[in-house]
C-alpha cells in the first residue's frame, strides 16, 4: 500500500513537473510588393504594429515580402523570437517596428506575385519555431502572376495553421467582372482548407480585433 | 402476450375484459392474506433496518458530542491555563519590578522623612526671652536720689533699645531660617507622595490582576468539572471565534492577492514569463512561493515569540534557541520585505516600459509622456511591497484561531448532521409502517365486490350464531323454570 502511494506521489510530482505544452503565438506576415499592390504596402505597417501590440514573450514574428519568387528566406524583411524577459521584448518590439518602417519607406515594386512560395517560406519558418498557434497573414489582392519557370502547383500542408487574407483589393478587372475576385478568394479558401488549414478575410483593418 | 392478444380469447373484448377482470380479483381476493403478510413483512423490515440506522445514528451523534465535549474542554482548559499563566506573568513582573525598586524606594523615603524631622526639630520656634529689666527699672525709679535714677533709667533705656534691637534681628534671622528649612521640606513630601502613589497604583494593578486569575480560576475550575454552562460558553466562543478568524483570513488573502499582484510581473524578469508548471506560469507560482515563503515565516516568527502554539516544537525550544529563531526569521522577512519593495519599483518601470511600447506600437505619442507624479504611486508600491510581508505576519494569529474553533465548528456541524439525519431516518422508518398499511390498502382497492360479499356473509353468521345463541340461552332459561 505505501509502495502504491509512493508510486502515485511519484507519478503526480513527474507529471507536475514535466514540460508542458507550449502556448506561444507565430505570425508570419507577407506583403505583396507587386506593381498592382505596391501602393498599399505602407499598410503593412499597421498590421505589423497591430501584431506586435498583441504578441507576448516567447512568440515569434515575421515579415516578408512577396514578390517574383518569395519561397527564399531573403524575402524576409524582419524576424524576431520575443524574449523571456518581458523588457527585452519589449525592446525587440521596438526594433522590429523600426525594420519594418525601413523597409516600408524603400519598398520597389516587383514585377511578378509569387504567394505560393511565401506560404511555403511562411510554413516552413512557423514549423521551425514550433509554435502552439500558427497565423500566417497575407496583405495582397490575391492575384498571384508567376514568372516563367517557377513551378507552384504544389499541395501545401497548412494543418494547424490559420491564414488570413487582409486588405483584399479589387482589381480593375474585377470590376468589370466581380466574379473574378469572388472565385480568386474562393480558389485560395480551397486550397488552405484542403491542405487543413483555417482561412478568413479581413478586409475592413480598422477592425482587426478579432485578429490574434 | 399482448393486451390484444388477451381480449381475442371470446369474440367480444368486453366479454373477454370482464372474464380477464373477475379471474384476476378472484386472483388476488386468494393471495391476499400472502400479499398482505408480504406487505407488512417488507414494511416492517424497512422500518426495522431505518429505525436500527437512526438509532446508529444517533449513537454516533452522542459519541462525536462527547469527543467535541473533551476536545472542547480541553481546548478550553488549555486556554483557560493560557490566560491564567500570562496574568500571573504579569503580576510576577509587577512584583518584581516593585519588589526590585523597593530597597531603593524604602531608603529614599527614609532619607526624606529623617530629612523632615531634622528640619522640623531645627525649625521649632524659640519663645522670646522674658524681659528681665522691668523690675529692675520699677526698682530704680521708686528712688528718690534727685535725677540720680533718670541716668540709671536712661541708660537702662538704651541698653533695653539696642537688646531689643539685637533681638528682633535674632528673631528675624532665627524666622527667616525656619522658613527656609519648611521650605526645603515641601520637595521631600513631594517625593513621599509620589513614591506613595506610585505604590498605591502598583498595589492596585495587582490586585486587578488578582481579582481577574480569581474569575478565569472560577472558569478554569467550572471548565475541569465540565459544567454545561461552561461547555455552552466555550461553544459559543468557538463560533465566534470561528466566524472572526474567518473574516480577518479572507481580508489576508485579499492581502495576499495584492501583493501577489505587486510581484508577479517582475517575477518574470526573473524567471522568465513563458515557462510552465502545468497549466500555471512559472512566474506567478514563483510570485505565490515567496508570499507563502514570507508567511511561513511569519508563522515561525510569531511562533518563536511565543504568540502563537502552533507548533509544539518551538515553543519548546530552549530560550538562547528561541531568540535565534526571532532574530534569523526577523532578518529573512526583513530580506524578503526588502526584494518585495525592490520587485514592485521594477514593475513600475515595467509598466511605464510596457506602456511606451504600446504607444508607440499605437503612433500615439502623447501616452508616452511620464506624469510628474508618477513618483507617489511608485513610493506606494514600494511601501505596500515592504509592509505587507510584515502586515501578513499577524496572519498566524488568526489562522491559529481559526485552526482550532474549526475543530468545535467542524463538530458541532456534524452533531447537527448527524441529529438531523437520525430523524430523518426515523421519519423514514415512520412512513415505511404507514406506506405499508397505505399499500394492504390499495391491494384491497380492486378487491371491495368480494370483500363486501364477505363482509356481508360474515354479518349474516354472525347474525345467525347471535340468534342461535338467543334461542339456546333462552330455552336453558324455560329448563329451569
Not at chain 1, 502515485?8 to 507587386?34: E, K, R
Request: glycine share 6%.
Amino acid at each position: 500500500m505505501k509502495c502504491r502511494l509512493l508510486l502515485l506521489s511519484l507519478a503526480v510530482a513527474l507529471g507536475g513537473c514535466a514540460p508542458s505544452a507550449p502556448h506561444n503565438t507565430g505570425v508570419y506576415l507577407l506583403v505583396d510588393t507587386s506593381g498592382s499592390y505596391n501602393r498599399q504596402v505602407k499598410k503593412a505597417e499597421q498590421i505589423t504594429l497591430y501584431a506586435l501590440s498583441r504578441l507576448q514573450s516567447a512568440d515569434s514574428i515575421a515579415v516578408a515580402r512577396i514578390d517574383t519568387g518569395s519561397f527564399t528566406e531573403k524575402d524576409i524583411i524582419a524576424k524576431a523570437t520575443l524574449d523571456d524577459r518581458p523588457s527585452t521584448a519589449n525592446q525587440q518590439k521596438r526594433a522590429f517596428a523600426s525594420r519594418v518602417e525601413q523597409f516600408i519607406d524603400q519598398s520597389a515594386p516587383a514585377p511578378y506575385t509569387d504567394i505560393t512560395g511565401g506560404l511555403l517560406q511562411a510554413i516552413e519558418f512557423l514549423n521551425e519555431k514550433h509554435t502552439a498557434r500558427k497565423e500566417i497573414l497575407i496583405l495582397s489582392d490575391m492575384k498571384e502572376e508567376l514568372a516563367k519557370g517557377y513551378v507552384r502547383d504544389i499541395p501545401l500542408d497548412f494543418k494547424g495553421f490559420d491564414v488570413v487574407a487582409l486588405n483584399v483589393t479589387k482589381l480593375r478587372a474585377d470590376n468589370f467582372d466581380p466574379r473574378q475576385y469572388l472565385g480568386r478568394l474562393d480558389e485560395w479558401r480551397a486550397r488552405v482548407e484542403k491542405g487543413g488549414g483555417h482561412w478568413r478575410v479581413i478586409n475592413d483593418l480598422d477592425r482587426l480585433d478579432g485578429l490574434l | 402476450m399482448s393486451m390484444a392478444t388477451l381480449l381475442t380469447f371470446t369474440p367480444w373484448p368486453a366479454l373477454s375484459a370482464a372474464i380477464l377482470l373477475m379471474l384476476l380479483v378472484a386472483a388476488l381476493y386468494l393471495a391476499r392474506d400472502t400479499a398482505h403478510q408480504a406487505i407488512h413483512a417488507a414494511a416492517a423490515a424497512v422500518a426495522r433496518g431505518l429505525r436500527v440506522a437512526s438509532r446508529s445514528v444517533t449513537h454516533a451523534r452522542e459519541h462525536l458530542a462527547a469527543r467535541n465535549r473533551e476536545v472542547l474542554l480541553a481546548a478550553g482548559r488549555e486556554a483557560k491555563e493560557r490566560i491564567v499563566e500570562r496574568e500571573f506573568a504579569r503580576v510576577g513582573d509587577t512584583v518584581r519590578k516593585d519588589l526590585a525598586g523597593y530597597p531603593d524606594m524604602h531608603r529614599r523615603l527614609s532619607v526624606a522623612i529623617q530629612r523632615i524631622e531634622e528640619d522640623q526639630q531645627q525649625a521649632v520656634e524659640v519663645p522670646p526671652e522674658v524681659p528681665g529689666w522691668a523690675e529692675a527699672v520699677k526698682v530704680v525709679a521708686d528712688l528718690d536720689a534727685h535725677n540720680a535714677g533718670a541716668d540709671i533709667l536712661a541708660d537702662i533705656h538704651k541698653s533695653m533699645v539696642r537688646a531689643h534691637t539685637e533681638a528682633m534681628g535674632d528673631y528675624r534671622k532665627a524666622s527667616g531660617e525656619r522658613h527656609a528649612l519648611l521650605r526645603r521640606m515641601m520637595p521631600d513630601w513631594r517625593l513621599i507622595q509620589e513614591t506613595l502613589a506610585r505604590v498605591n497604583k502598583s498595589v492596585e494593578s495587582v490586585i486587578g490582576r488578582s481579582q481577574a486569575i480569581d474569575r478565569h480560576m472560577e472558569e478554569y475550575e467550572a471548565i475541569v468539572r465540565g459544567e454545561d454552562r461552561a461547555v455552552s460558553v466555550l461553544s459559543s466562543s468557538s463560533i465566534v471565534y470561528f466566524f472572526i478568524s474567518a473574516l480577518v483570513l479572507a481580508v489576508a488573502t485579499a492581502g495576499t492577492a495584492v501583493n501577489f499582484t505587486l510581484i508577479a510581473r517582475p517575477m518574470a524578469e526573473m524567471v522568465g514569463g513563458t515557462n510552465y508548471i502545468g497549466a500555471y506560469r512559472t512566474a506567478d507560482i514563483a510570485a505565490l512561493v515567496v508570499i507563502m515563503v514570507e508567511i511561513s515565516m511569519g508563522l515561525f516568527l510569531m511562533e518563536s515569540l511565543r504568540i502563537t502554539r502552533l507548533f509544539p516544537v518551538i515553543g519548546a525550544l530552549t530560550e538562547k534557541i528561541r531568540v535565534r529563531m526571532v532574530v534569523t526569521t526577523f532578518l529573512i522577512l526583513l530580506l524578503m520585505a526588502s526584494i518585495e519593495a525592490g520587485l514592485a519599483y521594477m514593475r513600475e518601470v515595467l509598466l511605464l516600459d510596457e506602456m511606451a511600447t504600446n504607444a508607440l506600437l499605437r503612433g500615439d505619442s502623447s501616452a508616452s509622456i511620464v506624469s510628474a507624479h508618477l513618483w507617489i504611486t511608485t513610493a506606494a508600491q514600494m511601501g505596500m511591497g515592504f509592509v505587507l510581508p510584515f502586515a501578513l505576519v499577524f496572519v498566524a494569529i488568526p489562522l491559529e484561531t481559526f485552526v482550532h474553533s474549526l475543530r468545535t465548528v467542524v463538530g458541532l456541524t456534524g452533531i447537527a448532521f448527524l441529529q438531523l439525519l437520525a430523524l430523518l431516518l426515523r421519519l423514514l422508518g415512520n412512513a415505511s409502517r404507514h406506506l405499508g398499511v397505505l399499500a394492504q390498502r390499495a391491494y384491497d382497492l380492486p378487491l371491495f365486490v368480494p370483500l363486501w360479499i364477505e363482509m356481508r356473509m360474515r354479518a349474516a353468521a354472525h347474525a345467525a350464531a347471535t340468534a342461535d345463541r338467543a334461542m339456546r340461552r333462552d330455552s336453558w332459561k324455560e329448563a329451569r323454570i
